[in-house]
Nanobody
Framework: QVQLVESGGGLVQAGGSLRLSCAAS????????MAWFRQAPGKEREFVAA????????YYANSVKGRFTISRDNAKNTVYLQMNNPKPEDTAVYYC????????????????WGQGTQVTVSS
């Protein structure tokens, strides 16, 4: 059974830091692109960041560029989202996603989704 399990969410102060992890049980993880999305209350789910299968290419939404970093460890089947200098508007449920299609942009189309982890940024 395919599973993406996020962890690392919680409460963080604005200007602090937080690292999210997503552990994948898919057999194709090391050849698939990965991404993070988020959904704030009352808003649609939005793209945050994506990374190629090798980790050599990344893409970020303008709203997080320069503050968040996506990375991956294929030996551990895990993708990360390092959140530095978070802002209250970053408060959302964060989801990881996996895709066999190497589209590193906000047009990323997931084949699999995780269940999400809540991130709350206090001011």
């Amino acid at each position: 059974q395919v599973q993406l399990v996020e962890s690392g969410g919680g409460l963080v102060q604005a200007g602090g830091s937080l690292r999210l992890s997503c552990a994948a049980s898919t057999r194709t993880f090391s050849s698939d692109a990965m991404a993070w999305f988020r959904q704030a209350p009352g808003k649609e789910r939005e793209f945050v960041a994506a990374i190629s299968w090798s980790g050599s290419s990344t893409y970020y939404a303008n709203s997080v560029k320069g503050r968040f970093t996506i990375s991956r460890d294929n030996a551990k089947n895990t993708v990360y989202l390092q959140m530095n200098n978070p802002k209250p508007e970053d408060t959302a449920v964060y989801y990881c996603a996996e895709s066999a299609r190497p589209v590193l942009s906000s047009s990323f189309v997931p084949d699999y989704w995780g269940q999400g982890t809540q991130v709350t940024v206090s001011s």
